[in-house]
């Protein structure tokens, strides 16, 4: 079945307290990306990657790093978790080929972490 | 990018036709126009793509006027599984990737 995986998919946490939420698909896409969602600010992009190797920054990335070493994962880290970072999270892939992107982006069941 | 405007929220009633249009003045040529939907605490669901004109497939229609400085998402007959958040998202065919969803539509549909 064609998904993409995210664990944990509930985490509590501490301020200052390494943490890294995997992100992994099975459809050999190129393009992924992760998301936040916050209450009324809708769905709001950290970072992306094009391909392997090749990641970017989105709208919020502050506090947050990534790393794309594989196709079918994209793991993001948060090196010093501060309580502005709890919020829903979801990792989302999709083709990418011929320079355009294919927009039916795959999103994963989220990941909601609260940071004391 | 391409900044778009829905409106926060509708309601409706089942079995009714729902038209939630979203404004995007300042699309750019290559950009297409995608629609999502999204029920709470899920991942967001690709409902719909167009260019110009209209785009129908077995779950929307897509209507998308010659200037294309706005579209709007036709959902036939919805029933109560249809109450959700829906995203208009404009953006590139190529290249840069940012994707901005923005705060979306809550349609309510009640009985």
């Known amino acids: 079945e064609a998904q993409v995986t995210q664990n944990p998919r509930y985490l509590i946490t501490v301020t200052g307290k390494k943490l890294t939420v995997t992100c992994s698909q099975n459809?050999?896409?190129?393009?992924m990306s992760w998301y936040r969602q916050d209450p009324g600010l809708g769905l709001r992009q950290i970072y992306y990657?094009?391909?392997?190797?090749?990641?970017d920054k989105g709208d919020v990335p502050e506090g947050y790093k990534v790393s794309r070493k594989e196709k079918r994962n994209f793991p993001l880290i948060l090196e010093s978790p501060s309580p502005n970072q709890t919020s829903l999270y979801f990792c989302?892939?999709?083709?990418?080929?011929?320079?355009?992107?294919?927009?039916?982006?795959?999103f994963g069941p989220g990941t909601r972490l609260t940071v004391t | 990018l391409a900044k778009t405007t829905q409106p926060i929220s509708m309601d409706s009633y089942e079995g009714q036709e729902v038209n939630i249009t979203c404004s995007h003045n300042?699309?750019?040529?290559?950009?297409?126009i995608t629609w999502y939907q999204q029920f709470p605490s899920q991942g967001p669901r690709f409902i719909i793509q167009?260019?110009?004109t209209k785009v129908t497939n077995e779950v929307a229609s897509l209507f998308i006027p010659a200037d294309r400085k706005s579209s709007t998402l036709s959902l036939p007959r919805v029933s109560l599984s249809d109450t959700a958040v829906y995203y208009c998202?404009?953006?590139?065919?190529?290249?840069?990737?940012?994707?901005?969803f923005g705060k979306g539509t809550m349609l309510l549909v009640s009985p």
């Open positions: 998202l404009v953006d590139r065919s190529s290249g840069y990737s940012t994707l901005t």
């Open positions: 459809m050999n896409h190129e393009y």
């Open positions: 300042n699309i750019a040529t290559n950009d297409y």
């Open positions: 990657s094009m391909n392997v190797e090749v990641t």
């Open positions: 989302a892939s999709s083709l990418f080929s011929s320079g355009r992107m294919e927009y039916e982006q795959y």
């Open positions: 167009g260019y110009k």
